[in-house]
């Protein structure tokens, strides 16, 4: 080897691939709970959707806020399909629900990505903002298909069971949304793999020298819309499935933003990095609204750290220190980052209090101001909790800045280290 | 048929006229260069020529074929390619991957999604082929975002031959480039360059009398002269345009 | 006639408030770029400043508030602008334009769950004040309020100032420069990050004050925001990125668009029963035709875009698109 391959997909990726399908199979097996389940299934669900979103951002270079129009329409078909199986109007097995959600998604694909694939960039932003806005706005305009405000609902247990499995228990639904999850995975996967999916890439790389090379951008960027927006479709089947109610959100701006948060969060420069996104994302929206109702407020500036510190995402945080493991180095960053996690620990335990505390003072008026904080109640309304909060942040700021440049210092000098290697390797190989 | 013909071309920028007038015609398989001083309008003709810019008037044709108002992947897959003064590559994308991609269209591939690029042999070979001959063999896998400047310039030039075009227009290819990564460059383009029609804008001089059949010389949008290097060398009114640098190259 | 005049200058109104959000936004984006997701989120932050200074200042000095927070909530907004691109953007800026716009994004959930930390979540009784109540004429039979008069006399004003600081101040002769040849402008020597934080708070203040003075005329909530920001970028789309002029035109456009389209009861049966055709519930496509311009008013500016964007991409006088 002769040069330096910042190539994190090598690095293990028939690795990656098993670990996951194997956590997928056996998580059930571990946490056991409903909750535990319902979670998974939504995780499951997310990384479908996420992975869609990342063809068109990460691998084609295309910002969208509107992606959950794709998503959301074909959950609103697959909803109807499945109550045509139910009704005995569609004999189509349950298990290929999805499909329907994939094939309309793939529609709406064509007809709205015609109109928002004629612009690039910024202004393709704002484009697809605007057509979700527009399909929002429509879909409380007519209730026979998107039913009001309440939505439409339906029974997933209908039709012949396929294989016996009549996908009542919420075990059995999660392991059909694991068998799409993988089957998409490697899907689009395949696609990153393919001329189409590769000209994307350089698309997203430079435009004008892809026109140069014989393609027309805006024609490559429609197919990848298209694509995206059928596994986007599929998800929204998924989705149908398991919640067996859809109503007008899930073609609204939420979803729209929780993707590209999951997506960005995770890491869109690497197929896996949406997968960890999601499981993240749906960590935060499922698990810690919870216990907190200031969750989006938390995940905000988590997705707003990310773009300023690490826009690679979480997935780029792991490889660049599996990185730094595989050179041998990491023992150089194993006392800086237990000091950085330290002071973060201490800074982190006094924003927390304070948002919750000022959470507690403003929406629990009526309740009272209790607030419940790590087993520990604490009364919003005195100040003693309040001076906890100044002293947290102000020996944990004042800790965290200092750890934090030991430890930028430390990383910096062992990346140079590398980087310093592999110019070494690459001035002295040739093949 | 020529290659390549310009004909009365004038191109404006608002009210500003850039290229006042120009007529060029290249026969197939020559090596022309276009030279002149700076703000002269060569970038702007390659642009015109290539589609990234329209026409104001006038007009180009390529074997005959009109190429005005035509979009840059109309005209790329007519059989022209070019290459860019400031390096315009695919980053993120490995050095292999980035001469693949340029195979692609012209080998029939163009938007397909249901085979495996692995298994594509004749532009893995085609690809293969080009890198080794720019010389980036031990490159062949490394993101070309990483490479040096010269590498990235080879790496330019494999991109614009990629296509399979047979006219290559090339935009100072040595550009801050040192007296060797020079020499060595044009070695590499009168290599690749075998029986196609080159055309090349420059400002080293070396370069341009190593290389040219015949050379233009551009000033303030317009064509003062034509002719094969030595009577360039020669001509008055060209030394007179470079403001009294002669054109004497040891 | 009645109907026409009022919703004409109904109409007005909105599109003038419009524009006063869309020229800040366009301001920040010929000038450096950056696309401000987050913009509305200002013209957010500025309604409830404005509130939180008029409450806080009429409890001492009575009817004196709105005109402090008049002055003092855009300042506050700008400052607030200037911090984030010093702290926040200037760091995401050497990655490129994606990367910004992503940051501005994130902002807005920041900026939308810190004002419900601050207010609460419902809407806050932030009302015209008293001196501004009533109405300014009366047109035919209709009242048109004295405070809508108001608001579109402080638009005209901003305009106004806008247009004098960009072309009769050094700063904005740096500034117009910037907006065609921002390299140029650097290269001269211009300290742009400064330019930059004072673009950016500038843009923001505007924003800031369009929510003074909106905030009170429609609803003061933490959802504020979220539609008018969508309409915004509609606006810029339409009016062409980058074009102060088409800015103003599209926002007056829209504007008066959705008014009227609030105000007339037509529906697509009506327009059948004029060309004779009956339609009633059995008929294909019924749940189309029956739906009424008033509900259709939501999806006109979307239409208004799409519509601008097969017939005429580059918007109405669409110049830079970056």
Redesign the interface.
């Given at each position: 080897m002769g040069s330096v391959e910042f190539r994190p997909i090598d690095l293990g990726m028939y690795m990656a691939w098993v670990v996951t399908i194997v956590l997928f199979l056996v998580m059930p097996l571990i946490f056991t709970s409903g909750f535990a389940i319902s979670l998974l299934s939504q995780m499951g669900i997310m990384i479908v959707f996420a992975l869609s979103y990342n063809v068109i951002f990460g691998q084609g270079g295309m910002l969208s806020f509107g992606h959950a129009v794709y998503s959301g329409l074909g959950a609103f078909f697959a909803i109807h399909a499945l109550n045509w199986v139910g009704d005995g109007r569609l004999p189509l097995p349950v298990v290929l629900i999805p499909l329907v959600g994939g094939v309309f998604g793939a529609i709406c694909g064509v007809v709205f990505g015609y109109v928002t694939t004629k612009k690039a960039g910024v202004p393709f932003a704002m484009i697809t903002l605007g057509i979700g806005e527009m399909v929002h706005a429509a879909a409380l305009m007519f209730p026979d298909f998107f039913g009001g405000e309440a939505g439409i609902t339906t029974d997933r247990m209908v039709g012949t069971p396929f294989l016996g499995f009549t996908l009542g228990p919420a075990i059995q639904v999660y392991y059909l949304i694991v068998v799409w999850c993988v089957i998409s995975m490697i899907a689009m996967y395949a696609f990153s793999q393919t001329p189409l999916g590769r000209i994307s890439n350089a698309v997203r790389d430079n435009p004008e020298r892809a026109e140069f090379i014989g393609y027309n951008t805006q024609r490559v960027r429609f197919f990848v819309l298209v694509v995206s927006a059928f596994f986007a479709g599929i998800s929204g089947g998924l989705a149908a499935i398991n919640f067996e109610i859809i109503n007008a959100e899930q073609v609204s701006a939420i979803p729209s933003g929780a993707v590209l948060l999951a997506t960005f969060i995770g890491g869109a420069m690497f197929f896996f990095g949406p997968v960890i996104g999601s499981v993240l994302f749906v960590l935060f929206a499922v698990a810690l609204s919870e216990y907190t109702p200031a969750w989006q407020f938390y995940l905000g500036i988590f997705f707003v750290l990310m773009v300023m510190y690490a826009p690679g995402g979480v997935a780029s945080i792991l490889l660049l220190n599996l990185r730094v493991a595989k050179e041998g180095l990491f023992k150089a960053l194993r006392m800086p980052y237990l000091r950085l996690v330290a002071g973060s620990v201490v800074l982190l335990a006094g924003v927390v209090m304070l948002v919750e505390m000022a959470y507690g003072l403003t929406l629990s008026l009526s309740i009272g101001t209790m607030v419940k904080l790590f087993g520990i109640e604490f009364d919003a309304a005195r100040p003693t909790p309040w001076i906890i909060v100044v002293l947290l942040l102000g020996v944990g700021g004042w800790i965290f800045a200092r750890v934090r440049r030991d430890f930028m210092r430390a990383w910096d000098s062992v990346n140079q280290e590398i980087e310093a290697r592999a110019k070494q390797a690459g001035a002295g190989g040739a093949r | 048929m020529n290659a390549l013909e310009l004909v009365g071309v004038h191109k404006n920028f608002g009210k500003t006229e850039i290229i006042r007038g120009v007529d060029l015609a290249i026969p197939a398989g020559e090596r022309h260069a276009i030279i002149g001083p700076n703000g002269a309008g060569k970038s702007t003709v390659f642009n015109l020529i290539?589609g990234?810019f329209p026409l104001t008037s006038g007009s180009i044709r390529l074997h005959g074929q009109e190429l005005s108002g035509r979009?840059?992947?109309e005209i790329?897959?007519m059989g022209l390619?070019?290459s860019?003064q400031i390096t315009?590559?695919?980053?993120?994308?490995?050095v292999f991957?980035?001469v693949?991609?340029?195979t692609?269209?012209?080998l029939g591939?163009?938007?397909?999604?249901?085979?495996?690029?692995?298994r594509?042999k004749d532009a893995r070979d085609l690809a293969e082929d080009i890198v080794e001959r720019i010389g980036l063999?031990?490159?062949?896998?490394?993101?070309a975002g990483?490479l040096t400047y010269a590498e990235q310039r080879a790496l330019e030039i494999g991109?614009t031959l990629?296509?399979g075009a047979n006219v290559i227009l090339l935009d100072e290819p040595t550009a801050g480039m040192s007296t060797s990564e020079s020499e060595r460059m044009v070695e590499l383009i009168r290599r690749v360059t075998e029986g196609k029609t080159l055309v090349m804008v420059e400002h080293d001089m070396s370069v341009v009398f190593g290389l040219a059949d015949r050379i233009s010389v551009l000033v303030y949008g317009q064509v003062i002269a034509t002719d094969g290097p030595e009577r360039i060398r020669g001509n008055a009114a060209v030394q007179e345009a470079y403001l009294g640098t002669t054109l004497t190259e040891s | 006639m009645e109907f026409f005049l009022i919703s004409l200058l109904n109409g007005i109104s909105y599109g003038l408030l419009l524009f006063m959000l869309a020229s800040g936004l366009t301001l920040i984006f010929s000038m450096m770029g950056v696309l401000n997701f987050a913009h509305a989120s200002f013209y957010m932050v500025g309604a409830y400043l404005a509130y939180q200074i008029m409450t806080t200042m009429d409890a001492a000095l009575p009817g004196v508030g709105f005109w402090i927070a008049l002055v003092l909530a855009p300042v506050l907004v700008g400052v607030l602008g200037a911090l984030v691109e010093r702290y926040g953007l200037r760091r995401v800026h050497r990655w490129g334009h994606v990367p910004e716009l992503l940051f501005t994004f994130g902002l807005t959930y920041i900026m939308v769950e810190m004002v419900q930390i601050i207010w609460g979540r419902s809407t806050v009784p932030y009302v015209v004040p008293e001196a501004l109540d009533g109405s300014l004429f009366t047109l035919f039979s209709t009242r048109f309020p004295t405070y809508r008069g108001f608001m579109m006399a402080v638009a005209v004003l901003m305009l106004f100032a806008i247009w004098l600081l960009l072309t009769r101040t050094r700063f904005g002769m740096v500034i117009q420069a910037a907006l065609t040849h921002p390299d140029a402008v650097e290269a001269l020597g211009h300290n742009v990050p400064r330019v930059f934080m004072l673009t950016f708070g500038g843009g923001c203040a505007l924003a800031g004050l369009a929510g003074v003075i909106g905030g009170n005329a429609y609803v003061t909530e933490p959802s504020m925001g979220m539609q008018l920001g969508t309409i915004l970028f509609v606006v810029v789309v339409v009016g062409g990125m980058g074009s102060l002029a088409g800015a103003f035109y599209a926002s007056l456009l829209i504007g008066i668009l959705q008014t009227f389209a609030i105000g007339l009861d037509w529906s697509g049966i009506d327009l059948l029963a004029m060309l004779g055709l009956q339609v009633d519930r059995d008929t294909f496509g019924y749940s189309v035709w029956s739906l009424t311009l008033p509900q259709v008013a939501l999806m006109l500016p979307y239409l208004l875009m799409v519509l601008m964007l097969i017939v005429r991409p580059r918007g109405l006088m669409g110049t830079r698109e970056n």
């Open positions: - | 290539s990234r979009r840059p992947f790329n897959r390619s070019r860019f315009n590559i695919f980053p993120r994308l490995s991957e980035n693949r991609c340029a692609l269209y012209s591939y163009r938007y397909s999604f249901w085979r495996r690029l692995s594509l063999r031990a490159r062949h896998d490394t993101q990483l991109v990629a296509t | -």
